[in-house]
């Protein structure tokens, strides 16, 4: 279908058209809250479903199975009358004449809000970008948790232990919650899961590194919380490697500063986040950083009626001159706020400006094991993990998807056997079903 036609199929509406790209935890918030309210919201994105990106990482070690945490968008919106989902990748947008392109033909609006997010920063490392394993999707985790099997169903049927190092070994780059949660779960997968199937190989010789660029790990957390999360890794048996800087890696080897050389296979990427771009903005309206500039009502500066959230959005504070951190809660509370202005504006009131609330952050590190920094107490330990599993049940999206995750964690704590070890190769898909049924990178 060509971008020079208009997207078939939508509803007349004499209603306000908001359009909002992506369905990540912004665009998702801000359609659920215009549920039933004098606008027609058209929520895009190119995949038909939601994706809890905090537990990623439980997809990648075969903790979760990855509809445990994904929700199809069109189920969220069956009782809603004026809003409409449409699987679909933009492709620019021209203010000017109020109009969005994608690849299924074009939309006008009479608001637009940009909630694309973000996506991995290699930092200009075109090796690192090719063999690297990058986890921003649910479909990135899964690929990891394939690799990963794979891996060791190849290592059994080499005889030298020697040779069988790279495939065993695991490198996570990045020091973020990610990074360390990425990291512990790996550690009790090689310490309690692996060895009992693959009991002919040995895991004393797997190692689990995990880099970071930095002097600490958790980089805007409690010093507790930092040096909770450093030992209880080490308890772990994960090497941690503090300002070390990854240089190169060939698929192979990981080539650090000073000449150091890691070998593995397995490179997972956590160590950054670059905005998501559309074309047809102006330079001028983008950061050096790549975040589109906002004003304290989340619009874009020089666009009237365009409006950014989340990742992709910066705005400055007194006590974030740099910018909100690019983190959930942020997206979370800019949709609700946005939300509220859009009805505001309906109603002919004067909106109210943003200001970011800090409710605090958490990373967990393994089973029992967990940091939790909230705005009045900090504390660490088997607390912490309990309440950093009930915010993230709480958070998932459906009451069958809790009650999957809850059965899966209870199950594995009680047993500490995953069950979803599974190899599942995806089929070969010829030329011209590609765009359709690959994830395009």
């Known amino acids: ?170 490198v996570i780059v990045g020091g973020g919650p990610t990074g360390v949660e990425l990291a512990g779960a790996m550690a009790e997968l090689r310490n309690t899961v692996l060895p009992r199937d693959y009991p002919e190989l040995s895991f004393a010789n797997m190692k689990v590194v995990l880099i970071e660029g930095g002097p600490e790990l958790l980089g805007p957390m409690s010093p507790e919380a930092k040096s909770h999360a450093l030992k209880y890794l080490q308890d772990l048996g994960v090497e941690v490697m503090l300002n070390a800087r990854v240089k190169d890696y060939d698929g192979q080897i990981v080539t650090l500063d000073g000449d150091v050389f890691l070998e593995t296979q397995t490179l997972l990427w956590a160590a950054g986040i670059k905005p998501n771009r559309i074309e047809g903005l102006a330079e001028a309206q983008y950061a050096r950083n790549g975040r589109i500039l906002v004003d304290e009502y989340s619009q874009v500066i020089g666009c009237d009626h365009i409006y950014a959230l989340g990742d992709i959005s910066l705005l400055k504070e007194e006590k974030y001159p740099n910018g909100h951190p690019q983190v959930a809660q942020v997206a979370l509370q800019q949709a609700e706020h946005l939300a509220k202005n859009l009805v505001r504006m309906h109603k002919g009131e004067e909106r109210k400006a943003f200001h970011y609330k800090d409710l605090g952050s958490m990373a967990t590190v393994g089973k029992k094991l967990a940091v939790v920094d909230l705005p009045f107490i900090k504390f660490q330990g088997l607390f912490a993990w309990l309440t950093w599993l009930f915010v993230h049940l709480m958070a998932i999206l459906g009451v069958k998807n809790r009650l999957f995750v809850f059965f899966n964690w209870s199950w594995n704590y009680l047993s500490f056997d995953p069950s979803l070890r599974l190899l599942i190769k995806p089929r070969y898909v010829r030329e011209s079903e590609r765009k359709e049924l690959i994830e395009q990178k």
């Open 1 to 170: 279908m060509s971008h020079l036609s208009p997207i078939p199929n939508l509803p007349e509406s004499t209603l306000p058209k908001l359009v909002i790209i992506g369905a990540g935890f912004a665009g998702l918030k801000l359609a659920r809250k215009l549920k039933n309210k004098p606008v027609q919201v058209l929520l895009l994105d190119k995949n038909n479903f939601h994706q809890f990106q905090p537990l990623f990482y439980q997809v990648a070690t075969a903790g979760l199975e990855p509809s445990a945490i994904s929700f199809p968008l069109r189920k969220i919106f069956h009782h809603s009358k004026n809003v409409i989902f449409r699987m679909a990748e933009v492709t620019s947008v021209d203010p000017s004449a109020k109009r969005l392109f994608t690849d299924i033909g074009y939309v006008d609006y009479d608001y637009l809000v940009l909630a694309m997010g973000g996506d991995t920063n290699y930092f200009g490392s075109k090796n690192i970008e090719q063999f690297a394993a990058p986890m921003k999707t649910v479909s990135e985790a899964l690929y990891i948790r394939n690799k990963i099997i794979s891996n060791y169903e190849r290592a059994i049927n080499i005889e030298k232990k020697e040779h069988r190092k790279h495939l065993m070994n695991v």
